[in-house]
């Protein structure tokens, strides 16, 4: 490549250059060595039926390498029931879920990563990280300030999905919508909103999750969001799982 090629290259708008580059901006962007939150989800079901569940969130690590434990607090049905994730820049997830009513852990099997988490319209996928590297990217041009890009989960991600179509700001690189697709059916859809600085990391406070085929929602609201806390090792483990109900 010559000189002036690459000139040209380095003029043009990111856009137009690399969506991966977008989407590894929006990853660093929002690095974190550990975050907590208490969640409060609102599930609206087919018959528009609502219940209530609230959760707690913990992570600790970096981004694709990270380990997550999120445990339901309420109601009493529920209470206890808990999620262990060690996520991996190069494969999919390892994922264990505790249930105290049978004590015990249960992994979850790559098949049935598909399926709704315990009555949310999460599937246990859309609880992992997805590090930047376990898709490829196509910017597909910009809508209303963001930019649109394609992402192809490569096969070692073991994805259910065979696209994303993700939106991410163009002022602040936070991802507004993503849109899951299985061949050419939309499955999820999953919107941000409610975005603002917390420990000068910009953030969604509100997720709603859009789970097209049963045609139900879960609104997820983040409160006492907590960036960079001391968060011990120990309790990312199978032995904290079982331990601390």
């Known amino acids: 490549m010559n000189k002036y090629c690459l000139i040209f290259l380095l003029a043009l708008p990111l856009a137009a250059q690399d969506g991966r580059a977008i989407v590894a901006e929006s990853q660093k962007r929002s690095h974190a060595d550990s975050q907590r939150y208490e969640g409060t989800l609102e599930v609206n079901d087919a018959k528009r039926k609502v219940s209530t569940k609230r959760w707690i969130y913990e992570r600790l690590g970096s981004a694709g390498e990270s380990k997550a434990v999120l445990r339901f607090t309420a109601p009493a049905e529920v209470k206890g029931v808990a999620l262990l994730i060690h996520n991996h820049p190069d494969r999919a997830s390892d994922q264990w879920m505790w249930t105290p009513a049978v004590a015990r852990e249960r992994r979850i099997a790559l098949q049935d990563r598909r399926t709704r988490f315990f009555g949310t319209d999460f599937s246990f996928e859309d609880l992992e990280e997805r590090d ?36 991410i700001r163009k002022d602040n690189y936070v991802a507004t919508q993503i849109e899951c697709y299985s061949n050419d059916k939309l499955i999820r859809r999953i919107r941000y909103a409610e975005i ?13 999750v859009h789970d097209l085929q049963r045609d139900s929602k879960t609104t997820l609201k983040l409160e006492k969001l907590q960036y960079n806390l001391s968060l011990a090792a120990e309790s990312f483990t199978l032995q904290a799982l079982r331990r601390e109900q």
Do not use: F
């Open 196 to 208: 603002e600085k917390v420990q000068n990391i910009w953030t969604a406070r509100n997720v709603e």
């Open 132 to 167: 930047v590297d376990r898709s490829s990217y196509k910017t597909l041009g910009e809508e209303n300030g963001a930019w649109k890009i394609e992402g192809t989960p490569k096969p070692e991600a073991k994805s259910q999905y065979t696209r994303l179509l993700i939106w």
